[in-house]
T-cell receptor, first 109, second 115 residues
Framework: KQEVTQIPAALSVPEGENLVLNCSFT??????LQWFRQDPGKGLTSLLL?????REQTSGRLNASLDKSSGRSTLYIAASQPGDSATYLC????????FGDGTTLTVKP | GAGVSQSPSNKVTEKGKDVELRCDPI?????LYWYRQSLGQGLEFLIY????????KSGLPSDRFSAERTGGSVSTLTIQRTQQEDSAVYLC?????????????FGPGTRLTVT
């Protein structure tokens, strides 16, 4: 059974800092890994998709990496802004998706 | 273009009643997923449909839960004899297909409250 763990559970940083969110998973037989953002009371917004054959993906200030053999992914956020405050979820997809519990990020002005 | 839509956005029902939740996927998407997110808990897979294949129902928590997908498009999740522990946000997602290059697109969810 796939298990996904996200560390840390919560993170508070001052505006402008670079930060890394971590996601680990137990079964490397995956199609892809997807990072999402969820604002309070809202649905999920897709940030980045990394296919199983890829090592990283970039979108603007976001960079996600994938090391399938070790079961790890990181989401790097550069020059954080207060608008980045949200819960970040990683999902490992092997047909059905298994989600981590998320990292709640607060960026203080 | 239009994203995934779900209705109703909010549903309050009495314990023991049946409810139906609807999901309209993105047009042309062959894969459709249902998840639920309970207060203080993570996202839990319920069921997914891929094309004409038999659905993967492995996440349904009990036989009170069922889902169907008519004509390969709209899906309905039905919960019979609702219980208070069924209170959650039910999220639907669709994808153009299954495989490494396909990402899931989520709807806004239906918030179900069982009183």
């Amino acid at each position: 059974k796939q298990e996904v763990t996200q560390i840390p559970a919560a993170l508070s940083v001052p505006e402008g800092e670079n930060l890394v969110l971590n996601c680990s998973f137990t079964d490397s037989a995956i199609y892809n890994l997807q990072w999402f953002r969820q604002d309070p009371g809202k649905g999920l917004t897709s940030l980045l998709l990394i296919q199983s054959s890829q090592r990283e993906q970039t979108s603007g200030r976001l960079n996600a990496s994938l090391d399938k053999s070790s079961g790890r992914s990181t989401l790097y956020i550069a020059a954080s802004q207060p608008g980045d405050s949200a819960t970040y979820l990683c999902a490992v997809n092997a047909g059905k998706s298994t989600f981590g519990d998320g990292t709640t990020l607060t960026v203080k002005p | 273009g239009a994203g995934v839509s779900q209705s109703p956005s909010n549903k309050v029902t009495e314990k023991g009643k049946d409810v139906e939740l609807r999901c309209d996927p993105i047009s042309g998407h062959t894969a459709l997923y249902w998840y639920r997110q309970s207060l203080g808990q993570g996202l839990e897979f319920l069921i997914y449909f891929q094309g004409n294949s038999a659905p993967d129902k492995s996440g349904l928590p009990s036989d009170r839960f069922s889902a169907e997908r008519t004509g390969g498009s709209v899906s309905t999740l039905t919960i019979q004899r609702t219980q208070q522990e069924d209170s959650a946000v039910y999220l639907c997602a669709s994808s153009p297909g299954q495989g490494s290059g396909y990402e899931q697109y989520f709807g806004p969810g239906t918030r179900l409250t069982v009183t």
